[in-house]
């Protein structure tokens, strides 16, 4: 982190939002210590509520380029007077309307799988190493469930999900989807790609800004060179089903909100009826109130759709708020999972028990926001 030679005023502006929790509770941890040793003024700008609490002893709430309320921040959180407020206060602790029930059925399975990569050399003459990013791990997903992959940045969350996905090639092990094996590194049938799709973090980068909408969403249908006659009434319907209206289509992407990017990206998921949406950081860059809703859309469309979702997140609470089951991965290795509520409350391995410690809290006494 770069700071100026003796500053009086450092501006944070979401400097926790990418990171897993452990990193964050660092780096907070350094904000903290630069202040208290340098005698400076932090100014940190974040939506995360529980950071607030943590952090700053003066909170300002900011809707639509006004301040509507401000205050020390305990007396502000036990006390809040603007309907704002409130609502920011109520979607940091949303719990999705979640009625969609799994089956017992398998629809992805990954056995044992293995991915490792070579390291530099050390030394002229030296060698080089290995690194083994994903290390025998063996998981399943059922139909209409929704399975939470949680870890520290480098645990081999995204390899694993390259290689679900089909994009990188496994050194051991195997992917199913419903029985059949997916070739990771190999062009992928287009029945398995029709049945499987992603949601990045990211909507705007994941997007040709230079495309409308409509080709947006359709950007399957183009991979697959599989065109329907009827390819805009079916992105119309796509863009229904998250809450946009077909008007939409013949606008470019740099138009939205990041909500409704995100809503767009999911569209566009939707478009050619998988059975499995992964779902990597979907929701990590987006503010509470924008999140709440993006997490409500899931779990009807998942209602609706018999949808099965892969949740690869470092927000334990939307995991926790989302999924059936869950799964903790270190160092490569699924080093714990069972039932997302089970996990949460009586944590078996150490590595679980530190994610959840290192993750940021309102006080339970403090009546704006319940212990989360």
Not at 64 to 72: A, D, H, M
Not at 319 to 331: E, F, H, I, P
């Amino acid at each position: 982190m770069a700071v100026a030679l003796n500053p009086e005023l450092l501006i944070a502006d979401e400097p926790t939002t990418a990171l897993d929790v452990t990193t964050q509770a660092q780096i907070l941890d350094l904000l903290k210590g630069l202040v208290d040793e340098e005698g400076m003024s932090l100014l940190l700008i974040t939506h995360d509520l529980a950071v607030v609490a943590g952090m700053a002893a003066h909170v300002a709430v900011m809707q639509e380029g006004r301040i509507v309320e401000q205050g020390p921040t305990e007396t502000l959180f036990r006390a809040m007077t603007h309907p704002y407020t409130a609502a920011l206060f109520a979607a940091s602790s949303h719990q999705p309307a979640r009625t969609a029930q799994a089956q017992p059925t398998p629809l992805l399975e990954v056995e044992d799988a293995v991915r490792s990569y070579r390291t530099a050399r050390v030394g002229l003459f030296g060698r080089s190493g290995t690194f083994r990013a994903v290390d025998g791990v063996t998981l399943r997903v059922n139909r209409g469930e929704s399975l939470g992959l949680v870890g520290e940045s480098g645990c081999g969350k995204s390899t694993l999900t390259r290689a679900i996905l089909g994009l990188d090639a496994l050194q051991g092990g195997r992917v199913r989807l419903d029985g059949e094996e997916i070739h990771a590194g190999h062009h992928l049938d287009t029945d398995l790609r029709r049945r499987m799709q992603v949601v990045f973090q990211d909507p705007y980068g994941s997007f040709n800004p230079r495309w409308k909408v409509e080709r947006l969403v359709a950007e399957p249908f183009h991979l697959m060179q599989t065109r329907p006659r009827d390819m805009r009434s079916k992105v119309a319907a796509a863009l229904a089903d998250v809450g946009i209206e077909a008007a939409a289509m013949d606008r470019y992407i740099h138009e939205f909100s990041g909500g409704q990017r995100q809503r767009i990206a999911i569209a566009r998921a939707l478009i050619t009826n998988p059975e499995l949406i992964v779902l990597d950081e979907a929701v990590s860059a987006l503010d509470v109130r924008v999140r709440a809703q993006i997490l409500d859309l899931l779990a009807s469309l998942q209602a609706e759709h018999g949808l099965a979702y892969l949740f690869i997140s470092h927000d334990l609470s939307v995991v926790r708020a989302s999924t059936d089951r869950v799964l903790v991965m270190k160092a490569g290795r699924i080093v714990e999972q069972g039932p997302t509520e089970t996990v949460f409350t009586a944590p078996d391995h150490p590595y679980t028990r530190s994610l959840i410690a290192a993750t940021p809290r309102i006080p339970a006494d403090w009546q704006g926001g319940p212990d989360a």
